[in-house]
């Protein structure tokens, strides 16, 4: 099983509300990108946060700063607008390939997700196209408006 399989599954098990949202979101809505780090949203609740953060855990993954599901949710709008801290990143120490970015300042709530099959009958949830294109957009940054471009052309 993929390590990306083994993160949705595992969110999904816990019933935390998730997507994908970065290159493999783009890439399961039709637009070829490469990427290896799993990019994704949650609904912004503590108990959310707190799930992920301990699902992370069960799969190796530790976090990349010192912080704690507590902590981001306390501090969410401090760390963003003084701290620019856009993702809560974690990471396998066995495995450096293993990286997941959890999207602090995006709240999945409100949003739609659709459900994607994969050939292993694994279903993945990804942000609908639609609101992956304004999220990217929104952004500004370089590789999300190439991404932004290339679901455009997917369609």
């Known amino acids: 099983m993929s390590f990306l399989v083994r993160v949705c599954h595992a969110l999904q098990h816990q019933s935390v509300n998730y997507a994908l949202v970065g290159g493999h979101a783009v890439a399961l809505h039709g637009a070829v990108r490469g990427t290896i780090d799993i990019d994704l949203v949650i609904e912004f609740t503590l108990e959310n946060l707190k799930t ?22 306390t501090h969410r709008e401090t760390l963003i607008k003084e701290r620019n801290l856009i993702a809560w990143s974690f990471i396998s120490l066995e495995n450096p390939l293993e990286v997941v970015d959890l999207i602090i300042s995006f709240d999945l709530q409100n949003q739609m997700v659709v459900e994607k099959n994969l050939a292993s009958g694994q279903v993945l949830r990804v942000l609908s196209k639609e609101d992956l294109i304004t999220m990217k957009r929104a952004s500004g940054r370089p590789q999300d408006l190439a991404d932004v471009t290339a679901l455009q052309e997917s369609e």
């Open 52 to 73: 992920t953060e301990q699902v992370f855990k069960s799969l190796g993954l530790s976090s990349h700063l010192p912080l704690s599901a507590e902590y981001i949710f």
